[in-house]
């Protein structure tokens, strides 16, 4: 049998690697795919991952594939699981209707409050003189957030009135996302820890997998731009199996029969960004989709078959499994463009020394021509380790990233450090 997976970054490498695992499978095609995937599936760069269309007739005109995985944001968020099921092909991932919690902010806040789901306080606003009005009065810091997807950068933490105001003119007016800033949400600041927990769910049973922690910031010591993220490890050394079991009880479980009571079934993977403070345990975002680069760092420790969950999951019979890990800590490091997450220059050749057997590289930003890699985007390479401590595993990823460099190469000297 045959697979199909849409995307090209990270996560994507992540989800071939592990798709790999499984012998059935023949072949692997990726859409538009990357140069690190080219060396483990074929690849199609010709099609983009939100062409729908000529998705729908790729997966026609090649009757050995039995599933299609759709990974990132946008092409879920345009429908296209709706229109490969529409036409009888096997898709894993959410709905159009399901993926609006990850889509639309206001509609996954306005779902959180209905069913008295813990998150932060929040005014939504459609008119930008409106939201600066309101900003005059507000208590600092805040955060502001365009409604819609921004490739993870539409999220602005601001100190004071005068970066608040900043952030509206440039979400609102300038339209520095688009459409996706035509509403936005301006809510409370919350402090503490955050925590990731990425979750299988069928509509009929949420199976959450080990917590991770990503680094958003660009720059060491949390500072600097918001970014897609710079790094993460798994699991988090703070959440404990209580405060799992409460969030299991008041967020995972009540998210998924939240969105039945409003006549929508999620089948795919929910992620939970959750803040941890002195108040309990609060709902900071929702993906519909497997986290990046989170899942570089939580599936090379599933010990169960991907593909197997997948099929589970269009099934609705997640009931009949248990997840399964390594007793293994991991992390990883992203090496990202000089200048991401702003401009930056692709094109560079990156160079590989001899990289430990047991440490994984995944392509997030790259294309390979004539046998070599060069740099294709902002974030470009995910070294992923494990170790019988986080200590380990840490020690075993920056001794790798040593032996990798392309020009203006720039990564984070301390994740997993906190």
Known sequence: MEVLVIGGGGREHAICYSLKKNKDISKIYCIPGNGGISDIAECVPEIKATDLDAILQFVKSHPDISMTVVAPDDPLALGLVDLLTENGFRAFGPTKDAARIEASKVFSKWLMKKYNIP??????????????????????????????LALGKGVVICKDKKEAIAAVNEIMLDHKFGKSGNQIVVEEFLTGYEVSV???????????????????????????LNTGGMGAFSPSQRFCEIQMQKAYDEIFLPTMNALN?????????????????????????????????????????????????????????LNQVKLKWKDKQSICVVLASGGYPESYEKGYEISFGDIDEDCIVFHAGTVKKDGKYYTNGGRVLGVTCMGKTLAEAREKAYRNVEKISFKDMHFRSDIGVK
């Open 198 to 224: 990425l979750a299988f769910c069928d509509g009929k049973t949420i199976l959450p997998m080990e917590t991770s922690q990503d680094h958003k910031r660009a720059l060491d010591g949390d500072k600097g």
């Open 119 to 148: 998150t932060a306080e929040y005014e939504v606003f459609d008119d930008a003189k409106k939201a600066k009005e309101y900003l005059k009065t507000a208590e600092y810091p805040i955060v502001i957030k365009a409604d819609g």
């Open 261 to 317: 009571s409003e006549g929508i079934t999620f089948k795919g993977v929910i992620y939970f960004g959750l803040m941890v403070s002195d108040k309990g345990v609060k709902v900071l975002e929702y993906n519909a989709r497997f986290g990046d680069p989170e899942t570089q760092a939580v599936l090379p420790r599933l010990e169960n078959d991907l593909y197997e969950l997948f099929n589970l999951t269009i099934d609705q019979k």
